[in-house]
């Protein structure tokens, strides 16, 4: 049996206040008003946020109906109660309910203001009306239709981040198909790995997409895979860097322009609550991408509570988070639209020309809300950027963070370079629900390093070994009543099998996330450690990979650090700790023990590391997540090929570097 990691003294009390609610507008915020129409409902009194949370997740029915009711949800045929059976996996909501996602989104009619604004990397800039993107799905739902497409059909997407994406997947979903997509980053043997598991009908694809200053032709690609999804009927095409025009064999070619010609109407499928609205995938780092399902009914109650409540969007507001279509945060990114908020597109690097492209863009596009990786923001405090100073960023309400946990430095940067009146909005959650756990609300403060609270309707807590709720010290993070937003089911997973031993071996019946948390007694707020199977174990006590890794990260000369723990195979345990310096930067022996002193004083001794090793890079998932178990797996003698899949890794180079690296140290 392993034992936590004390709490350290630092951390016993609340940490620096870096953002405070303005009263004025918390009291106007969409979820002030949602309390007070559940209060009127119920006759309850609730006293702030946390009232209201643990409301949310004792009542679920009550909760997940006020949602409905507040955003005026348009069921065409009516559910017969709102949980028809709790259990996980499993739950049944809203049974007999009919709707579509799709028509939340069309019945937003605004002559003022664009529903989406797209910018290319090389600066181009377009936007698409409310009326026209109206036009554009009724008309490319029109050719599916005629293309004989509708329930049970798949329409998958092989496209960069564009408008065109944004149109197909409504468009597939009007008509009742499931869609998924795939970014060109891809090739196409990793892109049919994903889309291909699905017997696709159609797939709407284009001719390349830019990406640090240079235009990739992937007419080739395209053609590839083509060849490797053989259910394919048609093909529509977009033409994106203005290349000729597509060679393909096989099925019917479309032109975009064609498919999305003329003013026809549209009906659109009224499906059941779970009927499947898209598959996201799993990143693949340890085999076959899982295709996870996800329905009409929980996504859009879900994003309508997460995008509406906790981040306040609304007619008025611009919501850019930087993503690849992969990702997703692209699915969350367009259900923005949900809300009548504009969406701004961007098909580039985020960091190209300069490291501070985003902020600029943010400027650019009057965004109200601007989101990107952790590691993002963390590289823009090492760089001492200041976008305030250099943009101004008038319009920007709130900055959001995912995909790794947040540096406590980051937030103090934040407040300082970014401004004291943005909200910094760090969250965590997954691909598994497409959506949050825990992040932030207009109406809860913004604490140095830790996520602001759960979210409303996710039953969150923080579990020991055997069970048991814990608070102050370490736990795996896991959900104990069931959210609209879990998956259906995994694609081509007879009985539930995979689905069943990804989240509820370890728990029967509770979701295990995989992370390793803290949750704050005091307040409900939460610190990410790291994945729990990724979790450093020294002499039986535990300890976070994030901290150790964001210690690193705070010297000068260190860009990125990972820290990782292999038991050998005679019994004893290497902690190495792998560092990518500055361009000019050596590893000295007074960096090494400026390293040593930096995490002993900010962490333990405890947490020093074996050994500390300079690489060129490090290798991420497609998403920009540090793939910590395959390279694990490798420092114990495995072939990097039988660990981990090639097109799930960004830099295949840098992986294969880990083949030659070896303990140097003896035995702590």
Known sequence: MTENTAVRPDTATKPDLVWAPDPILARNSQIERFR?????????????YHDLWRWSVDDLTGYWEAVADFYDVQFSAPYDCVLGEERMPGACWFPGARLNYADQVL????????????????????????????????????????????????????????????????????????????????ASSGAADRLGQLDPAVLVTTDGYEHRGTRHDRRAEVAALVDLLPTLRTV?????????????????????????????????????????????????????????????GGVLLSHLAQLGLQFDMGSSDRWLWYTTPTWMLWNLNVSVLLLEACLVTYSGDVAHPEPDRLWRLAEE????????????????????????????????????????PLAESVYGWAREAVGEHVQLVSCTGGTDVVGAFAGGAPILPVRAGRISGPVLGVALDAWAEDGRSVRDTVGELVITRPMPSMPLRFWDDPGDRRYRESYFTTYPGVWRHGDWVTLWSQDLTMTVHGRSDATLNRGGVRMGSAEINHAAEGLPEITEAMALGIEEPDGGYWMPLFVVLRPGETLTDGLR???????????????????????????????????????????????????????????WAALERFTTLRRQSGER
């Open 236 to 296: 529509v095409t977009v033409t994106h860097l203005g290349l000729p025009e597509f060679a393909l064999q096989g099925p019917d070619v479309i032109p975009w322009a064609d498919a999305t010609s003329g003013e026809p109407g549209l009906a659109t499928a009224q499906v059941g609550f779970d009927h499947p609205l898209w598959v996201v995938f799993t990143s693949g780092t340890t085999g076959r991408p899982k295709g996870i399902v996800h329905g009409h």
């Open 365 to 404: 596009t009057g965004a109200t809300l601007l989101g990107a990786s952790a590691g993002y923001l963390a590289i823009s405090e090492k760089l001492g950027l200041t976008p305030r100073a250099t943009y101004g960023l008038a319009t920007l309400k709130a900055v959001g963070s995912t995909g790794a």
């Open 36 to 48: 007070r129409a559940v209060e009127d409902r119920h006759g309850l009194r609730l006293g702030g």
């Open 107 to 186: 019945r937003h009619h605004r002559a003022d203001g664009p529903a989406l604004v797209h910018v290319t990397e090389s600066g181009e800039r377009s936007e698409t009306s409310w009326a026209e993107l109206t036009r554009q799905i009724a008309a490319f739902a029109h050719t599916l239709r005629g293309l004989g497409i509708g329930e049970g059909d798949r329409v998958v997407g092989y496209l960069p981040n564009t408008p065109h994406a944004v149109v197909a997947f409504l468009a597939a979903a009007a008509v009742g198909a499931t869609w998924a997509v795939c970014g060109q980053d891809f």
């Open 593 to 651: 023990s400026r390293l040593v002193e930096e995490i002993a004083s900010t962490l333990s001794r405890r947490h020093v590391p074996d050994d500390i090793m300079s690489v060129v890079s490090l290798p991420h998932t497609r998403t920009g997540k540090k793939i910590e178990i395959p390279i694990k797996r490798i420092l114990q003698g495995a072939r990097p090929d039988d660990v981990v899949a090639r097109e799930a890794v960004d830099d």
